[in-house]
């Protein structure tokens, strides 16, 4: 815990470092009150790629824009953490209420359409990354397969399962579409986990579709697949399965652990790449971020607040800082813009200069969140380091918010985002109403909402005098001292 703090100091002082005093944030709304309108405005506008007019039901477009670029499509991966954001919303809707019935039939008709996605003849079989919105398979050339794919929407399914039995759910309704316990299934949630537990060995694209290796997301996502599935085969009585699922899950554990490189000190994304691009000479990818936030309801090895993600974090954080223009203007209340990696050329068109993106910028204020709360979740806290755990738990909270300031100063007023942003001129650039960047703004929210409702009970529990930010003080705090 205490080397997460010294790591935690540091993440928080590397961006400083280049930041300069101008503050440009439309001085009449405070974070809190954008976040408020952002996050409605992200709701409704993903729903809106749920089954838009024209579309099959089940489908969930990656974005409305049908040319300059042509993301009309369905595609595995960002259907999956689209619905995972739904299959949340279900779970906090009150059960009956109109809202869960609402989320439930989205559900079932995500599964549907998923299972008649799984019966499709492919040109890569089930690590097909993408779909027209009729329901066919795209055959045009791709950078396929790519088996993350199938692992999260497993993930988001057994989820779903899971909450819907908890619910009072029909385990008939269960059995006839998510999972059967037959060998071979007939159903969508076995039918990934089969396919996940005896795939997890093969190379494929990653993430962000243009490099062929074993990489960090992928395995960690179909960790956590099989993970989650070998419980929830367990409460299906498919006890053979179950054990199968753990074994596999348990190889891949072992084998997540060989990203790590203590002499880089950041997470390789990617391990013994055989095609795709030749330039990611670093390896150091936010997608190993999203890996960790992707798993983070399962025991996986790495968690958004180990020590490996924060220094990965860290790095990718101070490499990006420099690289983007629109970073000059950081300060201490506004922290640098993410992109995915820093070789980046995808400009979301075609090829010139990668940007940073929404969905990774949140995806590191997402990450700080989840940290305050875990630090304030640590129970072996002796009584002396509180004050300080708490002072620290606010800073990284408080750097969290800094990374939404960015996306923030670079939302217009409407609230639309799009995939990325220009580097030069801060301006929306890329796919319009991408739906992941919806969800990364709406899951960013709920982790900050948890960190902060922790703060809250702290102060309540323990009056004790929290300073302002004043980041020239952290370095004084106790706890860095214990280090040193
Ligand atoms: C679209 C992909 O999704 C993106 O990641 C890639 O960089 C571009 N195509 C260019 O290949
Ligand atoms: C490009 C991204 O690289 C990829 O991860 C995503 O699936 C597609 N765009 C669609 O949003």
């Known amino acids: 815990m205490q080397t997460i703090a010294v790591c935690l100091l540091t993440f928080v002082f590397i961006w400083t470092a280049f930041a300069s005093s101008s503050e440009n944030l439309k001085p009449h709304h405070t974070l809190d009150e954008w976040l408020d309108r952002q996050y409605a405005f992200s709701v409704d506008h993903l729903l809106d790629n749920v089954h838009p007019v024209g579309t099959s039901a089940g489908v969930v477009i990656a974005s409305p824009s049908q040319s300059h670029p042509d993301y009309y499509y369905h595609w595995v991966r960002d259907s999956a953490l689209v619905m995972s954001v739904v299959e949340r919303l279900y779970e906090r809707a009150s059960p009956g209420s109109p809202e869960s019935k609402r989320y439930e039939h989205l559900l079932w008709n995500y599964a549907t ?63 006839k579409l998510l999972y059967d316990s037959r060998y071979p299934t007939q159903t969508v949630i076995k039918a990934d986990l089969e396919f996940t537990s005896s795939a997890w060995r093969d190379k494929c694209f990653d993430l962000w579709e243009e490099v062929y290796g074993h990489h960090f997301y992928t395995r960690m996502v179909q960790y956590a697949a099989l993970q989650s599935g070998a419980q929830f085969a367990k409460r299906m009585k498919d006890v053979g399965a ?6 596999q899950s348990m190889k891949l554990k072992q084998i997540v652990t060989t990203h790590w490189d203590p002499v880089s000190g950041y997470m390789q994304e990617t391990l013994d790449q055989s095609g795709g691009l030749p330039d990611k000479i670093l390896n150091l990818d936010t997608a190993t971020i999203l890996a960790a936030l992707h798993t983070v309801d399962q025991t996986s090895p790495y968690r958004p607040f180990s020590q490996e993600i924060l220094l990965t974090a860290q790095e990718l954080v101070s490499r990006m800082a420099p690289l983007y223009p629109i970073n000059g203007n950081s300060n201490l209340t506004l922290a640098p813009a993410i992109g995915r990696y820093c070789e980046d050329t995808y400009d979301g068109y075609g090829r010139s200069e990668g940007n940073p993106w929404i969905l990774t910028t949140a995806a590191i204020a997402e990450t700080l969140y989840h940290t305050a709360s875990h630090l304030l979740e640590d129970t072996t806290i002796p009584s002396s380091l509180k004050h300080s755990y708490l002072h620290l738990a606010q800073n990284v909270t408080d750097t969290g918010d800094h990374f939404l300031n960015r996306v923030r100063l670079h939302t217009p007023t409407s609230g639309s985002l799009s995939e990325q942003v220009n580097k030069n001129t801060g301006f929306m650039q890329g796919a319009p109403h991408l739906t992941w960047s919806y969800a990364s703004i709406i899951t960013a929210t709920w982790a900050r909402e948890k960190a902060l409702r922790k703060l809250k009970e702290w102060k309540d529990d323990r009056p004790v005098d929290v300073p302002a930010q004043h980041y020239d003080r952290v370095f004084q705090i106790p706890i860095f001292r214990v280090q040193v």
Do not use: C
């Open 113 to 175: 359409f998923s299972r008649m996605n799984q019966l499709q003849k492919t040109k890569s079989g089930f690590g097909e990354p993408k779909f027209h919105v009729n329901g066919s398979p795209f055959n045009g050339n791709w950078g396929r397969p790519q088996n993350d794919g199938p692992a999260l929407r497993a993930s988001t399914l057994i989820r779903f399962a899971n909450a819907y039995l908890d619910r009072g759910g029909s385990i008939e309704a269960v059995k």
């Open 242 to 247: 179950a054990d199968w699922y753990k074994l």
